[in-house]
Each structure stands twice: as structure tokens, then as C-alpha cells.
């Protein structure tokens, strides 16, 4: 293969990736759902991967599939799991013109980066990695040699920064039970006495058209029974809304 | 191909990272920004591995790649934390320090 179908290549899948994960990251950042903002993530990090493996670093590639695509977005979503679906964008703005504010200073970041880089780095030749991976026999064995010489410390005292990474974790989502576990005569008490009723709640789709969990049960006088619906539905707002031709069905059937 | 068409990308990845730290309010999305400029970085560190010629920067970027695990790790502990407690992942609610 000659340097030139190399070179075209190269420019191709440059210019797929460089598009998808631009493409990836404004979708990140205008999500209005959280999870949505993860998984355009995920697609950013992919292509990034991608990006690695041609400017000759396989092994950067691998590893971040496995640590980010693999590892960190897993806890993100998990997280995202325990946090709630409702966990979305208030829009009321603490800082007034924040926003637009914000927008205005990050594109100034980066048209001044861009244009600083482009300019900086206009005329400069790439050496290419091609003699340094030789020299060891691979990439992964260069970065080997590396680690394991040049930045032998930094590399020990990543061991310690992970170890207590792993114990702040521990510590942070540990929790302490100050009192003693409520026994079930305690909480069948503490149902009775509290405001809501004891009983069970009325059942999604009661007197409703359907009795899937999306339809809320109607209420005597028609009105949906927010009540009836599992929480992260409405928090999700995936609720179907009332079909006036219930009221009207159940009125007639009344007035029979 | 010139490398610094990839350092150009990661300057704008960093910068789209930044828009989302700044405008957004929830906590997980912030860091998932903060992940995207870590990331951005990298990038251009592996480019300027290949533009100079020695593996230094890809191993820079290994190390970044560590330290952003570990800080997620944190980070996200903490998160829950503070929803544990508040039962909100903004970022506007926390703000009892200001006062």
C-alpha cells in the first residue's frame, strides 16, 4: 500500500469520526434527559477511540473503550438509575443571562483555541509514531518501557490515588444507621397514624378505557387518580391523557 | 494527514465541554462535560505524541485516563450523596455555604 491510500484512508475515517463525535458532544450538552446526554456520550467516546487507533496508539484505543465506554459510562447510567428519571434541567436561571452568557464565553474559548492551535501548528512537520513503536517491538510494548522506566513513580502513585478512590467511594455511599431499624409494628403504626389512607392505592386503569399502568384510574366524577400511577411514569411523564369519552361513558352509565 | 486537524477536534470537543459545565444544571450531565473536556485533552495529547515523535504523550494520556476513573468514582459517590440527603440533583441546590 503506498503513503498516498494510507494518507485518503485516513482522511475518511478522520473526518466520520470527527463529525459523529462533534455531533455527539452537542448532543450531550442540549439533552433535555439525562440519559439521553449518556448515551450521546457514549457515542463521542467511541469515536474517539476510533481516533486513537489511527493516530497509532491501539492501546489508548482499547483502553478507552474498556475504562470509558466499558466502565465509566456503566457507572453514569447506574447513577443516573439511582438518582431517577426525574432528575432533569431546571430551567429557571439563578444568575440572570447566565446562560447565554456562557454560550457566548465558550465560543470564544474555542474560536480562540482553534484559531491559536491552527495557526501555532500550520507549518510544523509530523515526525509520526512509526520509529518510536518500532523500537520496542509494538505500541504496547513502548508504553510498557515507559511506564515502567521513565514514570515508574507517577505509575506507583496511581496505584495509591486508585486505592483511595475506591475507599472514598466506599466511605461517601456508605450509609450509617443512627436508629434502630423500624420493626413491622412500628411501620404498620406510623401508616395508620400518618394522613394518607392505609388502604391500598386504587389500581392504573380503573374505570378507565384501558387497564394498562400508563392509564389512570377515574375517579367518580371522571378526573384521573394521579394516585393510581407508579411514580417514575408521572416523573417521566408518560402518562396517558384522559379520554373524554370515558367521562362521558361513565356518566351514561350512571344516569341508567 | 496533518495531526493538527485531531488537535483542532479537541480544542472544539473541549470547548463544547465547557459550554455544557457552564449551562447546564444537572449534576450528572456537568460531569459527564467535564468527562467530554478530559477526553478532549487526551486527544490532543495522543496527537502531539504522533506529531513529536516519542510516546510520552500517550502515556500522559493513560495517566489521564486513570486519574478521570478515579474522579468519576468520587465524583459520582458524591452525587448520590447529595441526593440522598436532598432528594435533588441540581446544582443550584446546594448552595448553604453561601450563607
Known amino acids: ?256 | 494527514m496533518n495531526p493538527s486537524n485531531y488537535v483542532i477536534l479537541s480544542a472544539l470537543l473541549f470547548g463544547i465541554g465547557a459550554v455544557g459545565v457552564l449551562v447546564r444544571r444537572n449534576a450528572i450531565v456537568v460531569f459527564m462535560s467535564v468527562e467530554l473536556m478530559l477526553n478532549a485533552s487526551n486527544l490532543a495529547f495522543v496527537a502531539f505524541a504522533r506529531m513529536h515523535g516519542n510516546l510520552d504523550g500517550q502515556v500522559v494520556a493513560f495517566f489521564v485516563m486513570v486519574v478521570a476513573a478515579a474522579e468519576v468514582v468520587v465524583g459520582l459517590a458524591i452525587i448520590v450523596q447529595i441526593f440522598r440527603t436532598r432528594r435533588s440533583a441540581s446544582i443550584d441546590e446546594p448552595n448553604l455555604l453561601k450563607y
Open chain 1, 1 to 256: 500500500m503506498t503513503g498516498m491510500e494510507v494518507d485518503t484512508g485516513e482522511a475518511v475515517v478522520f473526518w466520520a469520526c470527527a463529525i459523529l463525535s462533534v455531533l455527539g458532544a452537542i448532543g450531550l450538552i442540549t439533552s433535555r434527559k439525562a440519559v439521553h446526554s449518556a448515551l450521546w456520550m457514549a457515542l463521542t467516546m467511541i469515536n474517539l477511540a476510533v481516533l486513537y487507533v489511527t493516530n497509532n496508539a491501539p492501546f489508548l484505543g482499547m483502553v478507552q473503550v474498556i475504562v470509558y465506554t466499558g466502565a465509566v459510562m456503566m457507572l453514569f447510567l447506574f447513577v443516573l438509575m439511582v438518582v431517577g428519571v426525574d432528575a432533569s434541567d431546571s430551567l429557571i436561571e439563578t444568575i440572570k443571562g447566565q446562560r447565554w452568557t456562557a454560550i457566548f464565553l465558550g465560543l470564544l474559548l474555542t474560536v480562540l483555541m482553534v484559531w491559536g492551535l491552527g495557526s501555532a501548528l500550520a507549518g510544523i512537520p509530523s515526525v509520526g509514531l512509526d520509529a518510536a513503536n518500532r523500537e520496542d517491538g509494538g505500541n504496547v510494548q513502548g508504553i510498557a518501557h515507559l511506564i515502567f522506566t521513565d514514570y515508574l513513580i507517577v505509575f506507583e502513585v496511581t496505584s495509591a490515588l486508585l486505592i483511595t478512590a475506591a475507599m472514598g467511594a466506599m466511605v461517601l455511599a456508605h450509609r450509617e444507621h443512627w436508629q434502630p431499624k423500624p420493626t413491622q409494628a412500628e411501620l404498620s403504626q406510623a401508616r395508620f397514624l400518618g394522613d394518607e389512607h392505609p388502604g391500598n392505592r386504587p389500581s392504573p386503569g380503573t374505570f378507565a378505557r384501558h387497564n394498562a399502568v400508563d392509564t389512570p384510574a377515574l375517579l367518580p366524577d371522571g378526573t384521573p387518580a394521579d394516585i393510581s400511577i407508579p411514580g417514575p411514569l408521572l416523573a417521566r411523564g408518560g402518562v396517558q391523557p384522559v379520554d373524554i369519552e370515558d367521562v362521558h361513558a361513565i356518566e351514561e352509565a350512571d344516569s341508567l
